[in-house]
């Protein structure tokens, strides 16, 4: 293995292939967050928008459908959990918790309906997400290999994250919702529809989680497998948290776990066993929080 620039090229560009999908999610849950809401469910509405997408595109082979499709059908998703949330005062850990058993059970059931396999689903006729032409960089061959393979919706991301920071720092809905999250009754009582901006949050945070999962599932390698997520949901509310809900602090975050998926993958081929390789993203999960939250104390 030579550590040269071409090596750090192919590092970095599978980094921003694996924390764009976690990015999505991430802001998500940093708006939910903000709105005091401890969404758990972003799992299971990211696997949601992952199966809808691959569902669409294997019925109408058209990208821009089973993007809508992953995007409204996780939205929904989201829509109802926060309905559950907010209006009728369930606790956000259970209705989380139910929602990503739930949608991991009926993609499961629907996989083997609709497709007529188990455990995953792949055919040549699925279209996958269009990609970046990056051929304008022929004579910086090192930096062409960054960008190279990236999609339009790995590039929005970033412009998303910038589009959010201006919204929640610079409009007066985000002002309204950070005051929810800093103290609804007082919210309230200056005339804020406290609980719509909440389940309008969730629901949006089900939308950018539908993205990430259409992402997931069509950016790559375009396929559906059962439990494709495999715990992103959870690492992506890791990056909110470690970015403190704020959208640019989450682009950081993200990257960071990005970061140890692209180590673990490239680490498969080496001596080191692929159980440890595949278990590094989540090993630094734990240690990303246990030290930020060290650092929180100490401040």
């Known amino acids: 293995m030579t550590f040269d620039a071409n090596y750090l090229a192919v590092v970095f560009n599978s980094t921003l292939r694996m924390m764009t999908p976690i990015l999505y999610v991430g802001l998500g849950s940093a708006l939910c967050n903000r709105v005091f809401i401890f969404n758990i469910g972003l799992e299971g509405t990211m696997l949601t928008g992952a199966f809808a997408a691959i569902v669409a595109n294997y019925f109408t082979g058209s990208v821009i459908i089973s993007l809508l499709t992953a995007m409204i059908s996780a939205m929904i998703v989201s829509w109802v959990a926060g309905i559950f949330m907010v209006k009728f005062k369930g606790a956000m850990l259970v209705v989380g918790v139910s929602i990503n058993t739930l949608m991991a059970g009926v993609t499961t059931f629907l996989m083997q309906t609709i ?38 919706l790995d590039l929005f991301a970033f412009v998303l994250a910038i589009l959010l920071y201006f919204f929640l720092f610079r409009t007066v809905t985000g002002f309204h919702m950070r005051s929810v999250g800093i103290n609804k009754t007082a919210a309230t009582s200056l ?3 406290a609980d719509r901006l909440q389940i309008g949050t969730i ?62 993958n490239m680490l498969q081929n080496s001596a080191i066993s692929s159980q440890l390789t595949m278990a590094l993203p989540y090993l630094a999960t734990i240690l990303a929080l246990a030290i930020y939250n060290f650092a929180q104390q100490r401040r």
Do not use: E
């Not at 396929?223 to 809900?245: E, K, P, S, V």
């Open 203 to 264: 629901a949006f945070s089900g939308l950018l989680s539908g993205i990430g999962g259409c992402l997931l599932t069509m950016g790559g390698v375009t396929m559906f497998a059962q439990n494709i997520t495999a715990g992103r949901g959870f690492i992506a509310m890791a990056a909110a948290t470690l970015g403190a809900a704020h959208p640019l602090g989450v682009v950081v975050g993200s990257g960071f776990f990005g970061f140890a998926q692209s180590m673990a």
């Open 115 to 152: 497709f007529g396999v188990k455990g995953a689903y792949v055919s040549t006729d699925l279209v996958s997400l269009p990609k970046v032409d990056v051929s304008f960089l022929s004579r910086w061959p090192v930096v062409q290999a960054m960008f190279s393979s990236l999609t339009w």
């Open 191 to 193: 005339g804020i529809n």
